[in-house]
């Protein structure tokens, strides 16, 4: 079985929240962004959390659970450093799946979608909720060089524009694929994950 490994983008500021959303309670008083570890850890045998150089809090959080982090120097500068620190570490994966930290409604099977799409030879995938494609998103080793390279803010973005005839969308009835937290009013009361 290919070795796919969890890749959490959590070393955003939230700049548009207002707080550091990362550790805003969810209905359940789970921290967002360990939630969202969670539920990529679920489906990969290794999961890299990406974290700032300041993320003491969260690195203890994380910790606590056994979850692996590593530390993004240049996080400031925009995702594309993240992403690539967070593949520089598991450069020896066969494909990573790779989540954000303020996606916690995104369903754990849906991951898992994700990731058995890469497993069955998808190049890159993505799932889709109506049409509308979301994440987490999962790229196969032979991007390894590009996604080692990314800087700046794009992330993963300009390799799926390059590649969309090589993008293998997987159709899932969860909305919480698109849903990610940019300001407090998009919590989901009551909504547990």
């Not at 967002?32 to 850890?41: F, G, I, Q």
């Amino acid at each position: 079985m290919k070795q796919i490994v969890g890749i959490l983008l959590a070393a955003g500021g939230s700049r548009r929240f207002g707080a550091d959303k990362r550790l805003q309670p969810l209905a359940d008083g789970t921290p967002m962004a360990l939630a969202s570890a969670r539920h990529l850890a679920r489906t990969c045998s290794r999961t890299v959390v990406v974290i700032r150089p300041d993320d003491a809090e969260l690195a203890g959080l994380l910790g606590a659970e056994g979850m692996e982090t590593v530390v993004c120097d240049l996080a400031g500068q925009g995702m594309g450093h993240s992403l690539s620190r967070g593949i520089e570490v598991s450069a020896e994966a066969d494909g990573w799946l790779v989540a954000l930290a303020d996606m916690p409604y995104i369903e754990p099977a849906s991951y898992g979608a994700v990731a058995e799409a890469l497993r069955n030879g998808a190049r890159l995938a993505r799932p889709a909720y109506q049409g509308k494609a979301g994440h987490p998103v999962g790229f196969s080793a032979i991007y390894r060089a590009d996604l080692l390279a990314l800087t700046g803010d794009q992330g993963g973005k300009s390799i799926l524009d390059a590649h969309r005839e090589h993008v293998c969308l997987c159709p899932l009835d969860d909305p919480g694929v698109l849903k990610d937290i940019d300001h407090p009013a998009e919590f989901l009361p009551g909504r547990v994950n």
